[in-house]
C-alpha cells in the first residue's frame, strides 16, 4: 500500500510538470539570487547531471532546477521570540524544480516572525534539460492524461512507465535534520520540537521521510497540498497537519491519507478548503485556503508544539 501511495503521488507531480505551463505564466530567465545564509549539507551530487543548477522565474515566484548540491537556509526567530520549535520546509516542484518563493522562503518567514525556527531545505532534483528553452518545450509538449481507474487497489497507468528513486531526496532531508540536532544549541532549537511541513512534492518528500527514515524523529509533519492516498502509518507515527483545495487536481476526492492516520489512532488534523487550486503556498486573492497558516499556527499552540513540554 506504501508503494501505491507513493507510485500515485508520483504520477500526480509528474502530471502538474507536464500541465503547469500551458495553464499560466511565462517562464523568464532570472540569475541566480545570492544565498549567504544557504549552509551546504555535503550529501553528494546527482548522477549524470548534464547541466549546472539554474533559475527562472514564473508567476514572480523564483525557482530553481538542476540542482546537484543540497543545502539548508536558517530562518531564525529574532532574540526573545524564540519558542524553541523548529520546523524544515521543503518546496514543491514535481521533483524537477523547486519553487523557491512562495513555498521556501516566504513560509520560512513566515514561521520565524511567530518565533519558529525554520529551514528551508534545496533538495537535489532530476535533471532536466540545461537550456531555458529546451526546458519550456519539455514542459508544453503534449501529455496524456493518466488513465483513470474506478478500483482504487489499482494504480492510475501514466502516459508512461517510469520511476522515481527518492534516495537522494531522504538523504538529504536526513542531513538537514541531523544538522539542526547538531546546531540545536546556537540556533535555539528543542531537539524534541523539531517537525517538517512541506508543498506538493515537498509534501511528498515530506511523507516520504515519515514513512521510511530511520534516523528522523520529527515532532510533527504538515504535508500540504500533496498526495491523499492511502499509507501504511509507522508506529508512533507524528501528528499531521494536512491541508488541500477541493479545486487541487491531486485531491479528486481522496481522504485515504487522512483515513489511515486516523485508523492507525495517530493525531491528525484535516482542512479541505473550499477553493485555492494547487501551488498556493501561504494565499492567492480571494481564496478561502488563504487562512491555512494561521490554522497552522493555531493547531501547533494547542497541540503545545510552541512550549516546552
Known amino acids: 500500500m506504501q508503494k501505491f501511495f507513493k507510485f500515485l503521488m508520483l504520477v500526480a507531480f509528474q502530471t ?25 549539507l555535503g550529501t553528494g551530487s546527482v548522477k549524470d547531471q548534464p547541466a549546472p543548477e539554474t533559475w527562472f522565474r514564473q508567476w514572480g515566484d523564483p525557482m530553481a532546477r538542476n540542482i ?5 537556509t536558517p ?14 520546509v521543503a518546496p514543491g516542484g514535481g521533483f524537477r524544480w523547486l519553487s523557491m518563493g512562495n513555498e521556501g522562503w516566504e513560509v520560512a518567514e513566515a514561521l520565524a516572525k511567530k518565533g519558529i525556527a525554520a529551514f528551508v531545505l534545496k533538495y537535489r532534483l532530476f535533471p532536466t534539460a540545461e537550456s531555458l528553452e529546451d526546458f519550456k ?49 546556537a540556533w535555539g532549537v528543542d531537539t524534541q520540537r523539531i517537525g517538517m511541513i512541506g508543498f506538493s512534492a515537498g509534501a511528498g518528500l515530506t511523507m516520504h521521510a ?8 520529527l515532532a510533527f509533519i504538515g504535508p500540504i497540498y500533496g498526495g491523499m492516498g492511502p499509507v501504511k502509518v509507522p508506529e508512533n507515527a507524528p501528528p499531521m497537519f494536512n491541508v488541500i483545495a477541493s479545486d487541487d487536481f491531486l485531491f479528486n476526492s ?43 499556527m493555531h493547531w501547533l499552540n494547542v497541540n503545545k508544539f510552541l512550549v516546552s513540554k
Not at 523568464?28 to 544557504?38: M, Q, T
Not at 530562518?75 to 524544515?88: D, H, Q, R
Not at 489511515?260 to 503556498?281: D, T
Open 68 to 72: 546537484s548540491q543540497a543545502t539548508l
Open 137 to 185: 518545450a519539455w514542459m508544453n509538449r503534449p501529455r496524456p492524461a493518466p488513465a483513470k481507474t474506478d478500483d482504487p487497489s489499482k494504480p492510475a497507468t501514466p502516459p508512461s512507465p517510469f520511476q522515481m528513486d527518492l534516495s537522494n531526496q531522504l538523504a538529504d532531508a536526513e542531513a538537514a535534520y541531523a544538522m539542526i540536532l547538531k546546531n540545536a544549541q
Open 75 to 88: 530562518f531564525l526567530p529574532e532574540k526573545g521570540k524564540a519558542t524553541g520549535a523548529a520546523v524544515i
Open 16 to 40: 502538474f510538470a507536464w500541465n503547469s505551463i500551458a495553464q499560466d505564466g511565462t517562464i523568464y530567465p532570472l540569475d541566480a539570487p545570492k544565498e549567504p545564509n544557504a549552509i551546504p
Open 210 to 217: 515519515t514513512l521510511n527514515s530511520k534516523t528522523m524523529k
Open 254 to 296: 481522496q481522504f485515504g491519507i487522512i483515513e489511515s492516520w486516523f485508523k492507525a489512532g495517530r493525531p491528525v488534523e484535516f482542512h479541505l478548503y473550499q477553493n485555492g487550486g494547487h501551488g498556493f503556498g501561504l494565499g492567492n486573492p480571494n481564496r478561502t485556503s488563504n487562512k491555512w497558516f494561521d490554522a497552522f
